[in-house]
Every structure is written in C-alpha cells, then in structure tokens.
C-alpha cells in the first residue's frame, strides 16, 4: 500500500472517530463546462457526506455524475462529442455557524474525474486528477453552493491520437441535507 493511501485512510478513520455532527446530501448543479477551451454546459448530480469535527473542521465523501452538452467542441474537433462524466471527490473545509440550523461551509476539494467523448462508434475516455474549491450555504435541510474545479485529463481516441487536455467547471448546486 502507498503512502499517501496509508495516510488519507488514517485521516478518515480519524476524523470518523472524533466527528461529532454528519451530514448526507443530495444535489444538482448547473455548470458552465470548459473542455480543451471549449465552453458548454454540464448538468450533474452529486451524493455525498461530510463528517464534521468538534472544531468544525470537516473531512467528506462526493460522488458526482454529469451530462455534458458542448457544441463548441463538437464544431472544432471534428464532430466529437462529450457525452458523461462521473468523479469521485474528497471536500475538506472549515464550518462556520452562523445561527441554529444554519451555516456556511468553505472548503477544497480533491479527486478524479472520468468523462466519455465519442463520434459514432468511435469513443474513448479522459481521465485524471481533479481539484477544485466551493462554499455552501446550509439552511435547515436545504444546501445551496458555488463550486470551481479544474482538471487534467488524458485519454486517447481511436488508439492512436492523444487526448491531453483541461477541464474546468463553474458550477451553482441545489441541494438536501439530512443532519444525524
């Protein structure tokens, strides 16, 4: 097992251990997608948890599944493209009370991203590292946020030409919370 691996399952099992408030939730977002300096849309849905601390530090889990619609890089290659995406993130972030059942979360986030392009039959998939940062507004079980992430993506069509390219999303989430 690698280090770094080692190192973030400790963290997890330790902020587990000492979080004193869960929180689960279920979002949508609305973003505006950049691909390779294409810009298009991205509808996505995200199911996650964040385990707060006594000291309202925070340590979470994302899964995050999106339709992507991008007729501008369709328009410059050659007809390809993007179809979904789907990313698993770690947010990490302070919490800060602002009254009861009420709160702002800031964080940064760190993961992987995994997005289809295709034409015809022909398809393939980008992949890599993924980071970003977002706030969140909590109000009772309603979530709403603002998030930015960028990633790199490499991939390659048709077995031959390279993908190697930027991601990058400016998303507006909607989204419910249960507290436990």
């Keep these: 097992m690698k280090w770094g691996t080692a190192l973030l399952f400790s963290a997890l099992t330790s902020v587990a251990t000492q979080a004193y408030e869960q929180d689960f939730y279920i979002a949508g977002s609305l973003a505006a997608h950049e691909l390779a300096d294409e810009t298009g849309q991205k509808v996505a849905v995200h199911i996650g948890a964040k385990n707060i601390a006594d000291n309202n530090f925070f340590l979470g889990g994302e899964l995050e599944f999106a339709l992507l619609k991008n007729n501008h890089f369709q328009d410059t290659y050659d007809g390809y493209k993007?179809?979904?995406?789907?990313?698993?993130?770690?947010?990490?972030?302070?919490?800060?009370?602002?009254?009861?059942?009420?709160?702002?979360?800031?964080?940064?986030?760190?993961?992987?991203?995994?997005?289809?392009?295709?034409?015809?039959?022909?398809?393939?998939?980008?992949?890599?590292?993924?980071?970003?940062?977002?706030?969140?507004?909590?109000?009772?079980?309603?979530?709403?946020?603002?998030?930015?992430?960028?990633?790199?993506?490499?991939?390659?069509?048709?077995?031959?030409?390279?993908?190697?390219?930027?991601?990058?999303?400016?998303?507006?989430?909607?989204?419910?919370?249960?507290?436990?």
């Excluded at 295709?118 to 993924?130: I, N, P, Q």
């Excluded at 992430?149 to 991939?155: D, E, I, M, P, V």
């Design 82 to 180: 993007e179809d979904y995406s789907y990313s698993a993130n770690i947010p990490v972030g302070k919490r800060f009370p602002i009254s009861s059942g009420s709160s702002v979360d800031v964080y940064g986030l760190a993961g992987y991203s995994s997005l289809r392009i295709y034409k015809g039959s022909d398809d393939m998939t980008a992949d890599g590292f993924r980071w970003g940062a977002g706030v969140d507004g909590n109000f009772s079980d309603l979530m709403i946020g603002l998030r930015y992430t960028q990633g790199k993506l490499n991939g390659s069509r048709d077995g031959a030409s390279e993908f190697d390219d930027t991601e990058k999303n400016l998303s507006l989430m909607l989204g419910y919370r249960i507290q436990l």
